[in-house]
C-alpha cells in the first residue's frame, strides 16, 4: 500500500474497516468486494514512479504552495540568483492560463516548464509526470514544483515530490494555519514571505503563525524571509542544500503528505 | 473545491473492481472520509452523482462513513481526541503527536450485481468456485 497519502491502513486506525474477509454475498444476493484501497490510488501510484524517477537522478522535488500572490514565483526568482550556479535549478510552473511565471523563471536562465491546467485548482501527478518527461533531469540538483495558487486543494496531491513548502504572506494574517489546517499540517517548511512590510503592518506577530502551525501537530521550521532582501534568505537556502544533501545521502523522502502516524524519513523536525 | 477528482478517481477504482469480477453493475459504493482529508463530504456526494453517469455505477448509492482524528501523544503516551485545527494532545496539550486516525480517504467496499453468467465466483471464504455459476447473481 501507498505510504505516502496517509490512506493506508493502520493498526490505528484499521478497526473502522471490519474485517469479513475479502468477498462475501450480501443478503440480497450482491457480491461485496472489500478494497481498501485510498480513493487517490491511480494518483499516488503515478507519483510514486515520478519520486523514483526522480530519486534516480538525485533531484530534489520541493512542491511550493501558498494562496494566490503570497510570492511563490518572486521567491523563486530570488532562490535562483542566490543559489545558481552552484546548484541547477529547474522549475515546473503551474497556472489555470499564461505561461507568464515560465517565462519569468526562463529570463533567469533556468529551464521552466509551464502546465496550465484549464480549471483543475491543484497540479496531479499525471501532470506533473508529463512535465518531467519535457525536462533533462541530469541536467538538475533542484527541482521546484510551483503548484496553483490554492491553500485547499494542492495539500492532497501527491506529485511524486520530497517535500511540502508552504509560503504564508504577512499580509494574509497571522492566524492562516489555523484556518487551512489540512495545508498547514502537511508542510515539511512554512516560510513567512514579504517580511520586509512586517514594519508597516501592525497585525502580523511571527511567533502566533509559528505557534498556529505548532497546534496542528507540526514541528516545521516557520521561517521569515523576504524576496526583495537577500540577507533574510539564508535559512532557506541552508534548509535546502541540508535537505538535498538528506536525501543525496540515501533516505528516502516523501512529503509530510496525510501522515498516518508513520515515521517520515528527514523531513520531520524532531523535539 | 477537487471532489469531483476524487469522484472520478474512486470511479476508476470501482471500475476495476467491477472488471475483475465480471460485474456489469455497481450497486453500492461505500468510503471512509477523515476529518483531516481535505474532503467535503456533501460536495463529495454531489460531485458523485454527476460523475457516476454512464459508468457501471450510474445507479449506486455511495455511502460515506467518517472517522474520528486520533491522536497519540509523543510527549506523555496518551491518545486522545482532537479536532482539525488543534492537533494538540487532550491530557498535556503537547504539540508533540502522531495522527492515529483521522486522515482516512479510503473505498472501503463495493457492491457488485450482474455477474457474467460464465463466470468464477468465490465463495465465502475467498476460495474459487469448484465449478462455474450457472445463475447470474442478482
Known sequence: MCETCGCTLTPGNKHLVSATGTLRHTNDGRVSVEVLTGLLHENNRQAAHNREHLDQHKVLAVNLMSSPGSGKTR??????????????????????????????????????VQITTGRACHLDAHMVHDALHEMDLDDLDLLFIENVGNLVCPASFDLGHHVNVALLSVTEGDDKPAKYPVMFRAADLVLLSKCDLLE???????????????????????????????????????????????MRGGA?????????????YGTEATG | MHELAICQEMLSLVENVAMERGAARVDRIVVIIG????????????????????????????????????????????????????????????????????????????????????????????????????????
Open chain 1, 75 to 112: 521567491l523563486l526568482e530570488a532562490t535562483i540568483r542566490a543559489i545558481c550556479p552552484k546548484l541547477r535549478i529547474g522549475v515546473v510552473e503551474g497556472d489555470l492560463e499564461t505561461e507568464n511565471d515560465a517565462e519569468r523563471i526562463r529570463a533567469q536562465g533556468v529551464p521552466a
Open chain 1, 200 to 246: 508597516v503592518l501592525d497585525d502580523f506577530d511571527t511567533e502566533a503563525a509559528a505557534a498556529h502551525v505548532r497546534t496542528l501537530g507540526n514541528g516545521a521550521d516557520v521561517l521569515p524571509l523576504s524576496a526583495r532582501q537577500a540577507d533574510t534568505l539564508k535559512p532557506w537556502l541552508d534548509w535546502l542544500e541540508a535537505t538535498l544533501a538528506t
Open chain 1, 252 to 264: 528516502k523522502l516523501v512529503p509530510r503528505m496525510q501522515a498516518d502516524g508513520t515515521a517520515l
Open chain 2, 35 to 138: 476529518p483531516l482529508s481535505g474532503v467535503e463530504i456533501p460536495l463529495l456526494q454531489r460531485a458523485f452523482s454527476v460523475a457516476r453517469t454512464r459508468t457501471p455505477a450510474a445507479d449506486a448509492t455511495l455511502e460515506v462513513e467518517t472517522s474520528d482524528i486520533r491522536i497519540s501523544c509523543r510527549s506523555c503516551g496518551a491518545t486522545s481526541g482532537a479536532v482539525a485545527n488543534k492537533l494538540t494532545c487532550g491530557h498535556c496539550g503537547d504539540w508533540r503527536v502522531d495522527l492515529q486516525q483521522g486522515d482516512e480517504m479510503l473505498l472501503k467496499t463495493v457492491e457488485l450485481s450482474g455477474i457474467d453468467r460464465t463466470g468464477e465466483i468465490a465463495d465465502r471464504d475467498g476460495e474459487p468456485a469448484h465449478a462455474p455459476i450457472s445463475a447470474t447473481v442478482h
